[in-house]
């Protein structure tokens, strides 16, 4: 199979096809011009050592090396083929909060760190220690959205961690038993392959019902996990794109404080066979590690391509073989070939 890793390169094909239109319109027009000092036929004889065939043939080199230059850089491939590889590992399922409250401080400090900023950073170094295992996204405030589906790809759940912000779902409010479900039903359909939840939040319902669904959840073999965010004291929640200092209030002009419902978290860890760990904890993320070890790893297949073999060196050896050739090439006659003409009888 030969193919390009960057075929949109190859619109620059074009260019041969131009240089040779205009060296041929080069030609005519001085055609053109020599035939106002007279025959063409005797103006060539007072010109013995110019060559009629050696700037073609110069031109075919140069356009053949332009042309093996562009074939280079869209970075010819061939020589891939399917093969399966086998990992071993567990499948989990992030809940990340994205309700207006993840704004708020994560400590007692109204100005500290905010939640969904310390959620972000757990959750990153996180991900560099799931070596192996399958991850996949919510997101949730008062609806949830699947936000990246199971994949291997740490790099792209990454890219997703650092562009989730509050207000990315309209209904706002907190429903953690609509986030285990979502999450629930992200998971593969394989019965042998381990499966957990892991729900980031200040653990504010709004909904209800949350314990009893990761009851379900734990009754289905999915371990459910719960990180809290926040500090008891509580903290007020900034306006989002306001300024510093502007914090959003209830209908009676009163600051609206936030804070972590421990208690909610623990119940809902222990309803899913889960822990709950303080997130502001140091050793927050060794206890999440240490909990997901308990699941045992199962065998995943998935299928993967080699990488297909480069086979740009080829053309940059023909290009280099074209140029040097052009390069001892002259346009004056070559001596051996003066007394022969190649188009016209002697």
Known sequence: MFDFAYPQYLYLLGLPVVVAL??????????????????????????????????????????????????????????????????????????????????????????GISRIDRARLLLEKLLNRLDNDKVGLVVFAGESKMQLPLTMDFFSAKMYLNELVPGMINNQGTSLASAIKMSMNGFSPAKDVHKAIILITDAEDHEGAAVETARIAAENGIQVDVIGLGSAKGAPIPLPGGKAG?????????????????????????????????????????????????????????????????????????????????????????????????????
Request: overall charge neutral; proline content about 3%; cysteine-free.
């Open 246 to 346: 502007q914090y959003m209030t209830d209908m009676q002009g009163q600051t609206v404080i936030t804070a972590v419902n421990e208690q909610m978290g623990r119940e809902i860890a222990d309803a899913g066979d889960g822990i709950y760990v303080n997130g502001a904890a140091s050793n927050a993320l060794d206890q999440l590690t240490e909990q997901l070890d308990t699941l045992s790893k199962s065998e995943f297949r998935s299928v993967s391509y080699s990488a297909a073999a480069e086979q740009f060196p080829t053309f940059a050896w023909i290009a280099f073989i074209l140029l040097i050739i052009d390069g001892f090439m002259v346009d004056r006659k070559i001596s051996w070939l003066r007394g022969v003409n190649f188009f016209t009888r002697g």
């Open 22 to 111: 205009l060296f041929w319109w080069a030609r005519v027009s001085r055609k053109a011009r020599l035939r106002r000092f007279g025959r063409l036929s005797v103006i060539e004889s007072l010109m013995p050592d110019a060559s009629r065939y050696t700037p073609t043939v110069k031109l075919v080199l140069q356009l053949l090396a332009l042309t093996a230059l562009v074939i280079i850089v869209a970075r010819p491939r061939a020589g891939s083929k399917e093969q399966e590889t086998t990992s071993a590992g567990i499948e989990v399922m992030i809940a990340f909060d994205v309700s207006n409250s993840m704004l708020a401080s994560s400590n007692d400090a109204p100005d």
